[in-house]
């Protein structure tokens, strides 16, 4: 490429105060290393880090690359910082990591080589999640199960550690739906693409900010944008339910005609928890895509920018 290429690496960060310059120096080891004719920008979204992460990307000089920091004003969480970075720094090409090493950096090259080779999407896999724990890696896989059946989308294994093309994110950019989750939009769009293993790598310096309760939200939140299968599962339980109560029905009325009186109450507690659950439960159900349309009717921002610095 005659002109050279603008690569910007979008790198959310929450609470990395202690990692982040050493990740910077790493990043600027790994790009220095690449051809001249691609121009990197770093930007790390302060995800609204209550330590002093802004301070420690302003101190960083970088060498290989122009540094930019954009703070947002709270937390929005990783889905929102992702999406801020890529409204707001465009790209011919750009690059999607997290700031705490676990994405290895010695995939970047390889990304790169398959992106002058006209591919769309480079998606890094884990070949190894790493040191999670047993249940954790439990509920993960239950959560990647539950969306591989109700939406279809394989994202075992899946990263956010990607390279998108700048067509690619336009297409991304201009999906109208407001709560996200870039890793099933990705692949919901289905341009080709290639994939790259990776051995997730143990955390360098600081604590993971997931617990069981961030995964379960997650996954409600992605189930429910992704499918409403959740929904039509309330019907065909309804109809089951007939199905058992026109034959405990009949039963019962055949007792009645027959002269046998039914023995107390226990069947009709039992029944009476029993729907009371379902119907509770059903509506739960149903409150969470309420939740959702509200959510996305209200259209406020998903995230806000108190500060911008470049280097
Ligand atoms: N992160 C963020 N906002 C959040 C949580 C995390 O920007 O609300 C960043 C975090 O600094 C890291 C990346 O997202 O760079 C992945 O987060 P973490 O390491 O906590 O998650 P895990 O690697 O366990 O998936
Ligand atoms: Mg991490």
Redesign the pocket.
Known sequence: MATGSDITLI??????ASGIGFFLQQLDQTLAALPETFRFRVVV?D??STDNTGEQVMLYQPQSFTLTLCQLTR????EA?IQAGLERYHADAVILL???L?HPLSLIPQMLEHWQLGVLVVEAVKSHRGDESRWYSWASGLFYKSMKSTSGLTLENQS?YKLLDATVIQTLLALPERIRFFRGLVQWMGFKSVTLPFE?QE?HIG????NGLHLLRYSIRNITAFSSIPLYLITIIGLLMLVFSTVLGAHVLYQWAIGTAVTGFTTVILLLLLIGSLLLISLGIIGLYIARIYEEVKSRPLYLVAKEWHS
């Open positions: 790198c959310p960060a929450l609470n990395e979204v995800d609204g937390n929005f969480g990783k910082a997290d700031t705490d676990q956010d997730v955390r604590d993971s900010s997931w």
